[in-house]
C-alpha cells in the first residue's frame, strides 16, 4: 500500500473520528452542565439516542417549502463535514491539509449561515424570519473577529494554512507570546457566539422571542433535523480542536507512526475534554445576555483580535 493511499485512509479516518466523536462532547458538555447545576445528568450518550431518534421519525413539511427547505439540511451538514476534513484532530499533513486553510474555513461556516438563514425565510414564518436576521447580525459581528484572529495566527506563522500553523507552534515549544492570548480570548468568544452558546444565545431555551440559531429551525422535523442538530455539534468540535491545535497543539502527531497517533488521539481527547470543563463554567456562572449587549460582547472580541494582531507587529515582529 503507497503513502499516498495510506495518508488518505488516515484522512477519512480522522474525518469519521472527528463526525462521529462530535455528540459524544455535546453529551459530555451536557452531562457536566447538569452535575455543576445539581440537575439530573443524562448520559453522555444521549446526543446519539436523539439523533437515532429523529432519523427515524416521520418529517413534516410545509406546503409552501420549496427545494431549498428541503435541502439545506444536507447542504448545511456536507459543509460542515468538508470543516470537520479540514481541521487536522490526531495528526497534521494529511492530503486534505490543501483546503485545510483558515479564510476557507471561515467561508464554509459563512456558506452554512447562509443556507440556514434562507431555509428559515422560505417558510415565511415570524420566528424563521426574526432568528435569520438575529444569526446573520451576530455573523456580522463575528466573522471581522474571526479574521482578527487568522491574520495574528499568519503573522506569526507565516500561512494560514491550519496544518502549517499547528506544526509552528508544535515545534516552536513552549514560547509566551503575548499576541496569542489576545488571540485565544477573541477565538474562545468567537466560538461562543458561532455556537450558539451562553451569554449569546441557549441551546437548550424553548422560548421562541430569546432564540438566534433555535428560531430558525422551528421548521424541521425528522431527519432533517437530525443532520442539522448533528452540524452543529461538529461546529462546536470543530471551534474547541481549533482552540487545542493553535494555542495548545502539544502531543498531536506529526508523523504516521501508531505510537504517535495513538498519542494525538489520547492528547485530543484530554484537551477537548478539558475545554468542556471550562465551557461549562463559563455557562454556569453568566447569563444570556439581552441581544442588544451581543455587538459589545462581539465588539470586544474584535478588539481582542486586532490587539494581538499589533502586539504581533510591535513586539513580535520588531514593526
Not at 452542565?33 to 427515524?56: I, S, T
Not at 494529511?94 to 417558510?123: E, K, M, Q, S, Y
Not at 494582531?309 to 510591535?314: D, K, N, P, Q
Amino acid at each position: 500500500m503507497s503513502n499516498l493511499s495510506i495518508s488518505w485512509a488516515l484522512a477519512l479516518v480522522q474525518t469519521l473520528i472527528f463526525v462521529a466523536a462530535a455528540p459524544l462532547m455535546a453529551g459530555w458538555v451536557q452531562r457536566l452542565k447538569c452535575h455543576m447545576q445539581n440537575r439530573a445528568a443524562p448520559v453522555v450518550w444521549q446526543p446519539y439516542r436523539d439523533l437515532a431518534k429523529l432519523l427515524q421519525k416521520d418529517m413534516v413539511l410545509a406546503e409552501n417549502a420549496s427545494w431549498l427547505f428541503r435541502a439545506t439540511p444536507y447542504i448545511v451538514f456536507g459543509i460542515t463535514l468538508l470543516g470537520a476534513a479540514a481541521v487536522p484532530l490526531v495528526v497534521v499533513h494529511l492530503p486534505t491539509a490543501a483546503i485545510a486553510d483558515l479564510i476557507v474555513l471561515v467561508g464554509f461556516f459563512a456558506l452554512a449561515r447562509f443556507f440556514t438563514a434562507l431555509a428559515a425565510l422560505d417558510i415565511g414564518t415570524a420566528f424563521g424570519g426574526m432568528g435569520a436576521s438575529r444569526e446573520m447580525t451576530v455573523a456580522a459581528l463575528a466573522e471581522p473577529a474571526m479574521l482578527m484572529v487568522v491574520f495574528t495566527l499568519s503573522m506569526t506563522a507565516g500561512t494560514t494554512n491550519l496544518s502549517a500553523v499547528t506544526e509552528y507552534v508544535l515545534n516552536a515549544g513552549l514560547v509566551l507570546r503575548p499576541s496569542f492570548l489576545f488571540a485565544l480570548f477573541a477565538l474562545a468568544m468567537v466560538a461562543v457566539a458561532e455556537s450558539g452558546r451562553i451569554p449569546v444565545d441557549n441551546p437548550a431555551t424553548h422560548l421562541e422571542l430569546t432564540m438566534l440559531h433555535e428560531a430558525m429551525i422551528l421548521e424541521y422535523g425528522g431527519r432533517h433535523l437530525a443532520l442539522i442538530e448533528w452540524a452543529s455539534q461538529i461546529k462546536l468540535m470543530i471551534y474547541a480542536v481549533l482552540i487545542v491545535d493553535f494555542f495548545f497543539p502539544w502531543g498531536i502527531a506529526s508523523h504516521y507512526s501508531a505510537e504517535a497517533m495513538a498519542l494525538g488521539a489520547v492528547a485530543v481527547t484530554a484537551k477537548v475534554m478539558l475545554l468542556a470543563v471550562v465551557l461549562v463554567a463559563w455557562e454556569t456562572v453568566l447569563a444570556k445576555m439581552r441581544l442588544f449587549r451581543v455587538p459589545q460582547f462581539l465588539g470586544f472580541a474584535f478588539l481582542m483580535g486586532l490587539l494581538g494582531m499589533l502586539t504581533s507587529i510591535v513586539l513580535e515582529t520588531g514593526g
